[in-house]
């Protein structure tokens, strides 16, 4: 099973300055800009299989 969710890529420029943003933020744990996306839907634990299919689709 994965953890699975429908997301979009955000444009190299929005990534850029939240990766400037949280570099002043004082809790949390910094995430790498290549890994900011904009959540849509989260389809939570399901089969590898099934997620191959609508990855394909």
């Known amino acids: 099973m994965i953890r699975a969710f429908i997301g979009l890529d955000l444009p ?6 939240l990766e400037r943003l949280q570099e002043d933020l ?6 790498p800009a290549e890994n900011f996306h904009l ?3 989260f389809l939570g634990e ?3 299989p099934l997620l191959e299919e ?3 689709g």
Do not use: K, N, W, Y
């Open 39 to 41: 959540t849509l839907s």
């Open 26 to 31: 004082p809790l949390g744990r910094a995430m």
């Open 46 to 48: 399901q089969p590898e």
């Open 12 to 17: 190299q420029g929005h990534r850029d300055a």
């Open 54 to 56: 609508i990855h394909v």
